[in-house]
């Protein structure tokens, strides 16, 4: 079994910071990317930031410049720097990571339970 925990979440002021992380557990042989989602009531879950192999990083518009995703690969986790934050970016964030758990097998993608980051004064 694979578990993604996530943690980090809260409320915070506009142009306030925050950080979240996720650590992947379990079976584990590799990790090939990891990265956020977020999702709001009535929204589909859209992209925040990823982070794949090699270093390879990618980013909505909506958080250039502001959030940053980064990795340690040795403790199988990601971490969402945010910072500016705007009552927009309030929703639920979800930690996201593609594994294969055993050597040549096959690469599944699996998903935290979420956490609540709420931006409002």
């Known amino acids: 079994q694979v578990q993604l925990v996530e943690s980090g979440g809260g409320l915070v002021q506009p142009g306030g910071s925050l950080r979240l992380s996720c650590a992947a557990s379990?079976?584990?042989?590799?990790?090939?990317?990891m990265g956020w989602y977020r999702q709001t009531p009535g929204k589909e879950r859209e992209l925040v930031a990823t982070?794949?192999?090699?270093?390879?990083?990618n980013y909505a518009d909506s958080v250039k410049g502001r959030f940053t995703i980064s990795r340690d690969n040795a403790k199988n986790t990601v971490y969402l720097q945010m910072t500016s934050l705007k009552p927009e970016d309030t929703a639920v964030y979800y930690c996201?990571?593609?594994?294969?758990?055993?050597?040549?097998?096959?690469?599944?993608?699996?998903w935290g339970q979420g956490t609540q980051v709420t931006v409002s004064s």
């Open positions: 379990g079976s584990i042989f590799s990790i090939d990317t």
């Open positions: 982070s794949a192999s090699g270093d390879m990083t």
């Open positions: 996201y990571a593609i594994i294969r758990r055993v050597a040549r097998g096959p690469r599944n993608s699996y």
